[in-house]
């Protein structure tokens, strides 16, 4: 059972990290989703929502081929770590970030639009710059988005298999996430360590959704969770 | 430094076109009126640097606020311009108190300007008891006066003010607006000032402008327009008879009675009626008249206007 356990908290720990580095970086991108008038808009909607449609293998498949040590971007990261970001924790923290953009991303961006503009123009006119708009209307009015975010990115990294199951492989302790214990246990023929921890998912993933439909109080949709 | 405010240029709509070649001394609160949809509050958005699309020049006080020329393009952005504007429809923060809108504008306020202080305010427009209260559950008359302390506390340089008291009872109003005269009279900080209503006007006002569908139709001393402002007709038939109308609302306030005409509604001075007279109305010369401009219903909530 201490596998287990070991696996519980390594699967809370990379949700954990891949939520708290996707909300900054998450944040100015769905400001600039809402408000800008660029043309090059959709375009970079249609790259953000692709994890929603990729199948997962597909993702962890051309992580594994850019992260590995041989290559450029891996290979600045052996260098400056010393350690290959592919089977790594910190590979899978990257892998998540992609795979959970989306689900980061949409919330905030219907938040900000549903600012309104009348109210940043009342703003700007008590003195209000661009990034004091940003800061102290846009954010406090997106409360609920940054909620509704935080729990999907929390509940779809804790899902994850496919990403992970390619680039980062079962090493217990760096990569043995929850999805893949499971994975192990029904390969050994183990069916009740597998229910025990399935079971576990089954009500996390209803309580996070519950939370969200809850106190977010929004209809969010969820395409594949 | 001459306070003056100069605008000259044009703004295009699909529906709509404003031609703008203004030269407003701002010594003394200027009014601005004229029926819905003639582009009063279009007017303010352009003074306030909320209208992008404006193509001319604009200078207030000698600083160059917008200019699209060529060689000279300028535009200084609406956060830069310490503009103070409370809007028709309120537009307070959402999700914040009154005091935290309140704070918000002091925090942002400029140097100098209006000294008025937030007890100052707090007690001129009844805010007292609303301080702590959620924006959203207040009522038209309430938002519009948080709206116009908000205003105020910025400390604006030059003060927009569009309509900001057609929601509230005729008692109120008529305190307020005693209030503000004193405000002021007391440290002359531009104002410009929009309404329907004569007696604000009257009060506050010594020059009068008046648009009509996008430009300026006439301007002046605002006692002197405005009593021009009288086109009802009550029986005699030796005028020319434009149209016939019924009268709405009567004894609002005290000068005025609202009609409802084909075409809409328009205001008269004409005491001695009660709602649901017919009167005729007949057309007064375009020069000296006021006429033809819709009242903002005087009740408790919200109505925008598109213009």
Not at chain 1, 198 to 220: D, H, I, P, Q
Not at chain 2, 253 to 281: C, F, K, N, W, Y
């Amino acid at each position: 059972m201490t596998g287990d356990v070991q696996a519980i908290w390594l699967t809370g720990l990379l949700a954990l990290v891949t939520t708290l580095l996707l909300m900054p970086l998450a944040t100015p991108l769905a400001w600039w989703l809402a408000r800008s008038p660029s043309r090059a808009k959709s375009a970079i909607e249609a790259v953000v929502a692709m994890p929603l449609v990729l199948p997962p293998t597909v993702l962890g498949f051309y992580l594994l081929v850019i992260l590995n040590p041989d290559t450029f971007l891996g290979g600045l990261w052996v260098s400056a770590t010393g350690e290959a970001l592919t089977f790594s924790f910190a590979g899978l923290v990257i892998a998540s970030m992609i795979y959970s953009l989306p689900f980061m991303v949409q919330p905030l961006h219907s938040a900000f639009r549903a600012v309104p503009e009348s109210v940043m123009e009342a703003a700007a006119t008590l003195g209000a710059s661009p990034r004091d708009r940003f800061f102290n209307v846009g954010i406090p009015l997106a409360r609920r988005g940054f909620l509704t975010g935080a729990v999907l990115t929390f509940a779809h990294t804790v899902g994850e298999f496919g990403v992970v199951l390619m680039m980062g492989g079962n090493i217990p302790g760096e990569t043995r996430v929850l999805s893949i214990a499971i994975y192990e246990h029904v390969e050994t023929l183990n069916y009740d360590a597998a229910h025990s921890l399935a079971l576990g998912l089954l009500c996390f993933a209803f309580l996070s959704l519950w939370l969200v439909y809850r106190f977010a109080g929004e209809r969010v949709e969820v395409i594949r969770g | 430094m001459s306070r003056r405010l100069v605008i000259e240029g044009q703004l295009e709509r699909a529906d709509f076109a404003l031609q703008l070649a203004l030269d407003i001394e701002l010594s003394s609160p200027v009014g601005l009126m004229g029926a819905t949809g003639a582009g009063k509050t279009t007017l303010l958005r352009v003074i306030a640097g909320l209208e992008p699309s404006f193509r001319g020049r604009i200078t207030f006080c000698d600083e160059v606020w917008s200019d699209t020329g060529d060689a000279s393009a300028r535009f200084v952005p609406p956060h830069q311009r310490g503009v103070g504007v409370a809007f028709q429809d309120s537009r307070l923060l959402p999700a914040r108190t009154v005091r935290g809108n309140l704070l918000f504008a002091m925090r942002r306020a400029r140097e100098g300007g209006l000294t008025v202080t937030f007890e100052d305010v707090v007690q001129g427009l009844y805010l007292a008891n609303l301080l702590d209260q959620p924006t959203e559950s207040l009522s038209g008359g309430e938002r519009q006066r948080v709206a116009l302390a908000r205003a105020l506390l910025f400390k604006p340089r030059f003060l927009l003010l569009d309509e900001p008291l057609s929601a509230n009872d005729t008692e109120r109003r008529l305190t307020m607006l005693a209030q503000l005269d004193t405000w002021f009279s007391s440290e002359p900080i531009p104002v410009l000032y929009v309404s329907h209503a004569q007696e604000e006007l009257r009060r506050l006002t010594q020059q009068l402008i008046i648009m009509e569908q996008g430009a300026v139709r006439s301007r002046g001393a605002t006692e002197a327009l405005l009593n021009g402002v009288t086109d009802v007709d009550g029986e005699s038939s030796d005028h020319s008879v434009d149209e016939e109308a019924i009268v709405l609302v009567a004894g609002g306030d005290q000068l005025s009675v609202v009609l409802q005409r084909a075409a809409g509604t328009a205001l008269a001075e004409q005491p001695d009626l009660a709602p649901g007279d017919r009167v005729l109305i007949r057309r007064v010369p375009p020069d000296i008249s006021g006429r033809d401009f819709t009242l903002q219903p005087q009740s408790d909530k919200d109505e925008s206007e598109t213009d």
